[in-house]
């Protein structure tokens, strides 16, 4: 089963980051603990950006993957039938690969699956494109502290 999220919702609550670091701004599919899409528009007023790179500013490669974890914290988190991670992090990223480059004013389109679980990890494939462009894949393993 799909739904729609909006950032008002409580699964936006599973993130453990605070809103000036949150690189997904909607999820408008998500298949609980399977997969999900979001979005994460480049506004331009990211602090980052007056450093990367001056006068031609790019989102780095590193914080699309980082919007990609956060989506699949989503994800993994919104399945009732499994146990909710606590203080979920970013342990490993593997076949990292950046096709292309996304400015400001770009929407990236995030899609996250959950490649399987076991105890406190979480595997997860990810993409991001933009208008039809791909820009980064990745692998990535969360894990978290097993709820009581």
């Known amino acids: 089963m799909q739904t729609q999220v909006t950032p008002s919702d409580s699964t936006f609550a599973s993130l453990p980051h605070g809103a000036a670091f949150r690189f997904v701004d909607e999820v408008t599919h998500i298949e609980p603990g399977v997969s999900g899409i979001g979005f994460y528009t480049i506004s331009g007023d990211e602090h980052f950006l007056g450093g990367h790179f001056p006068g031609n500013p790019i989102m ?5 993957v980082e919007a990609l974890a956060q989506l699949a914290i989503i994800v993994s988190q919104s399945d009732l039938r499994t146990t909710t991670l606590a203080d979920i992090r970013i342990t490993a990223m593997k076949n990292v690969k950046i096709f292309d480059t996304a400015v400001p004013g770009d929407t990236l389109d995030l899609r996250t699956r959950i490649a399987g679980r076991l105890g406190n990890l979480i595997q997860v494939e990810g993409r991001i494109e933009c208008e039809g462009r791909q820009l ?12 009581e």
């Open 60 to 64: 780095p490669p590193v914080i699309m």
């Open 136 to 147: 980064v894949t990745a692998q990535i393993t969360l894990s978290g502290t097993l709820s």
